[in-house]
């Protein structure tokens, strides 16, 4: 259809749209007119994604005189196949005389079509057989040799030699299979291909990392202009991904392989030496002139310097104790000397940056400055000296990486060495942790770049706490409600169990054998009635392991597999992807299954469970942090003491998040209709105080009388022994999701 709101023409190419669409579109336009940033949450299966691409598409139709580009940042690469699907059905239905394209980008490891080169084992692996490939001084040295004496990537080589006219691509919407079989058919490098198209395209789709990790945002997206509008999508653990991105962790094993590395370099350095030591006085120049800057970069090489840092130190030159090759290898060793004897510790330290840089400075006689340049001048060694395996060299990277880091910010992070996990403390595993706590540090460059960042989940309440995480000034938050015509979600709280003991994973509750029998039989219960899947979420994989084992030694386990078959979600991903398939099959064979599952895990976070693949979701628990880790200790202290959000506040915002997008995996759309069961009493107190902007509370009577949707056998009927409530604590929640 196609409807104008105020001057602009949306074309949407469904026959219907939702009232809660058109708000949403209404709002983000008003972002747009404004120029600003915005929050706009909207639940999960109302077709948010392709209002915003209408919207967005139409406002730039409607404005040729104000070329707008969009970027879309997902968290995965199945969420950015789902977003250019949606933006093919777009294309198809905008006139035929705007010329649109749209395209996807992804890593190596998904772009490449070279078999030799998708033979590694890993992506940083991947990463750097396609330097050793591709490199300019590798093609180089090919070139003066006989054909096929050095190897080189055909499709780069062939790539590279078509004229810049030539290579660009036509109007359309390329996911990333169109662009490898692009690349097959014109013999083309699809990774290159779309790196270099990404400058042309009216809309590019790429993963969050490509503008908030400070190693790959510069090269990537320094060709985008202030008139972007950026989006992120699926948003609601964003100040997580940018505290991520700005945090180091250091081991043993890092410092010893960070001594291996440079003890590779010096060896890379004497060989120079004999063979081309001109080449180290170049760089020696350049260094002194101040020439080496961010940017100026080939287009092959991919780590890089740290977007994040100040302005005024892009402009400073590099210092002279770290400009050659040889002072600044002594410094490296130093440092981490240094930072081997810091871990040697036997109780927990704490450290601001400004104390542990004194610290520094005092014992290994390298003050800030050095700090700042350590990772610029680690990159511009490494393509002096022509070094292509960088995976072999990620922890001496790792090393700089910090430095370079705790060089440069002296609020906002914090130093927490600990001799062993507080979970695990017969086990000696120190560690040295380089913990961000503000979240606007890493998102800040984007806001102020930029003239319109959209932020915009399905779960974002409550809204009002992400300006204060990210520190910044929205125009337009906004929270919009689904519309429903039909009772397609049934969300309930369980507080107790048939035999009326209170069920919690609160921690003193969690291993009371009370409370695991009755969770057992919760779940026994419902596989006997609930036809086709079933996915169940615990607070972490420990507790679900534990779990598991006290159903199996009581029997409950066996009982459950009498009617459905009971898959686990692993830390392995090639396990839980083998897990899933199969999952997926005994569901389509009708006999229905059981999905193991962690909050905060790959599948609570990426998956999604529609249709029969999901008719029943049981939250086991509430899914609260560790909170006896240092590093959330900290950040809550910072929080607290520079924004004024209390502990408890946070801690039940961050656990109520993940709660909601563990039991939205089973709603992927109007059509689709299923049971959400929160099983811990510690829901009904929380949900009456910090929820009620996307929840109604409901006495349990109105649930059993008639908000439960028809999603058990109509042969069988829910008994009060299933789920039996306490008419004092049980509630419905009538959530939004």
Known sequence: MKFHIEEVAVYFPYDHIYPEQYEYMVELKRALDARGHCLLEMPTGTGK?????????????????????????????????????????????????????????????????NPDVLSASSRDSIDSSCRRLTASWVRALAADRPSGAIPTCPFFESYDKASRDAILLPSGVYTLEDLRAFGRDRKWCPYFLARNMIQYANIVVYSYQYLLDPKVANIISKEMQRECVVVFDEAHNIDNVCIEALSVSIRRQTLDGATRNLNRIAQVIDKFKATDAGRLREEYNRLVEGLAQRGNLPMTDTWLANPALPDDILKEAVPGNI??????????????????????????????????????????????????????????????????????????????????????????????????????????????????????????????????????????????????????????????????????????VLTRGSDQLPVSTKFDMRSDPGVVRNYGRLLLEMVAAVPDGIVCFFVSYSYMDGIVNSWNEMGILQDIMQHKLVFIETQDVVETTLALDNYRRACDCGRGAVFFSIARGKVAEGIDFDKHYGRLVIMFGVPFQYTLSRILIARLEYLRDTFQIKEGDFLTFDALRQAAQCVGRVIRSKADYGMMIFADKRYYPVCTIFLTKFCIVLPISNILMKNVPTIISTHQSMSKDIINFDPSMGCLLSFML
């Open 49 to 113: 994604t392709i209002a915003l691409l209408s919207l967005i598409t139409s406002y730039a139709l409607a404005h040729p005189s104000s070329p707008l580009k969009l970027v879309y940042c997902t968290r995965t690469v199945h969420e950015m196949e789902k977003t250019l699907a949606e933006l093919r059905v777009l294309y198809s239905y905008l006139p035929p005389s705007s010329s649109l394209l749209a395209l996807g980008l992804s890593s190596r490891k998904n772009l490449c079509i």
């Open 323 to 492: 400009r050659r090759a040889e002072h600044f290898l002594a410094v490296l060793r130093r440092l981490v000397q240094y930072l081997k004897g810091r871990l040697q510790v036997e109780s927990v330290e704490t450290e601001v940056p400004v104390a542990f840089v004194a610290s520094i400075n005092a014992q290994a006689g390298i003050d800030q400055k050095m700090l700042k340049f350590c990772y610029d001048r680690l990159y511009s060694l490494m393509l002096t000296l022509e070094i292509t395996e960088t995976d072999e060299f990620l922890h001496i990277q790792t090393v700089c990486d910090f430095a370079t880091l705790v060089g440069t910010y002296t609020r906002g992070f914090s130093i927490i060495i600990e001799p062993f996990d507080e979970r695990m403390p017969h086990i000696p595993d120190p560690i040295l942790q380089l913990s961000c706590h503000d979240a606007s540090l890493a998102i800040k460059p984007v806001f102020d770049r930029f003239q319109s960042v959209i932020i915009t989940s399905g779960t974002l309440s409550p809204i009002d706490l992400y300006p204060r995480l990210l520190n910044f000034n929205p125009v337009i938050s906004r929270s919009f409600t689904m519309s429903l015509t039909r009772d397609c979600i049934c969300p309930m």
